[in-house]
């Protein structure tokens, strides 16, 4: 876990393969990760990722879970397809007001 994480690429990557991820609150998907049950989200330090990590390997009912649960978020919140759509939404937006704006000027 990183102190600080602009997306969390490594975290969605695993995710994409059904693999239980544990982030520290600084990285900006640990809401998605904790809203979904894809994985761990702990504050950094040595303690909370020393419990995160033996609560994965000890608990494979847990373990088991998070993974259907990570590769769920993944597929529902960062598949190419997925992300595609926002963002045309987000332009088609874009747009709209960039042409509400310029009827207005004249």
Same mark, same amino acid.
């Given at each position: ?12 990557? #695993?995710? &994409?393969?059904?693999?239980?991820? *544990? ?6 998907? +640990?809401?998605? %990760?904790?809203?979904?049950? #894809?994985? &761990?989200?702990?504050?950094?330090? *040595? ?6 990590? +033996?609560?994965? %390997?000890?608990?494979?009912?847990k373990r088991q879970a998070l993974s259907a ?10 598949d190419v397809n997925v992300v595609a759509k ?16 310029s009827h207005c000027t004249k």
């Open positions: 876990p990183s102190h600080n994480e602009n997306f969390g690429m490594s975290a969605v990557e #695993a995710m &994409a393969y059904g693999l239980p991820v *544990i982030v520290s609150e600084g990285v900006n998907i +640990a809401q998605d %990760i904790a809203h979904d049950g #894809a994985g &761990a989200v702990i504050p950094t330090g *040595i303690e909370p990722l020393s419990q995160a990590l +033996a609560d994965l %390997i000890f608990n494979n009912d649960h990570a590769l769920a978020c993944a597929r529902s919140r960062y926002q963002m045309i939404l987000v332009y088609e937006e874009t747009i709209d007001k960039t042409s509400r704006r």
